[in-house]
């Protein structure tokens, strides 16, 4: 090897080159997936709400399970009397009483069991989110604050709905099913839509007050608590001194409220004999609540936005 050989030196030509590095390809492959809309980012926060969920059994299954019961001892009553009211004689009435009433009366039944769902989950779910450093994850992949809020309240209102519309649903479906004739059952189909009504109002105000309550806190263990106190004893505080005093008061009682609306849409008021709650005051109360319960998850999920790293604006 003479002098001028070395690294780079090329017989060829004689001369020594200088060394051109090269890029070799490592099996790199750019994305050929389905490339989905920004705006659809809150369905997959939603599904991973309702599938993380449905996983263990103390979590959804559970309180499922609950209104399944409560649906199976309505349904039998109505379906029990139905084939005895021909042999009640002058109880007749009485029996007609029971069927009409079932389905209102179980109203706030399945409300217990959504209230179950809110402590599992509901009320833990932002404050879970904070506790654990998971904004960093959600906000680092371009989620924007509307994208999380939708998604946690529509995964909610999907579990929630399980147990609020479909359950009475079933109720309502049994009761035109045991119709005397084809008149009755035309005359009955509004209950479907009250149902629905019903059923909606309710899933919302479940889905969003406890959300709003996960917000309060950055610890869940203290949101769940704080949602329990309010819902257990403050909402038994307040209808008690309606009682006693305004029924507007008594409708900061959720349960309440949605019983109240419930009687009015089927015409059973003369069941609230504790506390007249006024139709318009439940309303109000439950909007209420669900405007506050969003505002503050909004607020929460701004702020951790704003203080986390990699937010989307």
């Given amino acids: 090897m003479t002098e001028l050989e070395g690294p780079g030196f090329s017989p060829e030509t004689g001369t020594t080159e200088a060394p051109v590095g090269a890029i070799h390809d490592l099996g790199y492959k750019r994305y050929l997936g389905t490339r989905r809309d920004p705006r659809t980012r809150w369905r997959v926060i939603a599904r991973e709400q309702v599938a993380s969920a449905w996983k263990f059994w103390w979590r959804f299954k559970a309180a499922f399970g609950l209104a399944a019961i409560i649906t199976a001892i309505a349904g039998g009553m109505m379906l029990f009397t139905s084939d005895r009211k021909s042999s009640l004689g002058r109880a007749q009435g009485f029996a007609m009483q029971l069927i009409d009433t079932t389905l209102p009366e179980s109203i706030i039944w399945f409300c217990r069991a959504g209230f179950v769902v809110s402590l599992t989950i509901g009320a833990t779910v932002v404050a879970s989110d904070v506790q654990s450093g998971a904004f960093t994850f959600y906000f680092a992949r371009s989620v924007k604050p509307h994208h999380y809020v939708i998604g946690k309240l529509a995964g909610m209102c999907a579990l929630l709905a399980l147990i609020l519309v479909a359950g009475p649903l079933v109720i309502a479906g049994l009761r035109l099913g045991v119709s005397d004739d084809v008149d009755q059952l035309v005359d009955l189909l509004p209950i479907l839509w009250k149902t629905l009504v019903i059923g909606g109002v309710a899933t919302l105000a479940y889905a969003a007050v406890p959300l709003g309550f996960s917000a309060l806190m950055p610890n869940r263990r203290n949101a769940l608590a704080l949602w329990a106190a309010y819902y257990l004893v403050f909402g ?75 937010g989307a604006s």
Wanted: a positive charge.
């Fill in 236 to 310: 038994a505080m307040v209808y008690e001194l309606g009682k006693v005093s305004s029924g507007s008061l008594a409708a900061l009682d959720l349960p309440r409220a949605v019983q109240t609306i419930t009687y009015a849409l089927f015409d059973l008021n003369f069941r609230s004999r504790d506390a007249q709650i006024p139709v318009a005051a439940a309303v109000a109360s439950l909007a209420g609540h669900v405007v506050v319960a969003v505002a503050l998850v909004s607020y929460q999920v701004r702020r951790a936005q704003r203080t986390g790293v990699g």
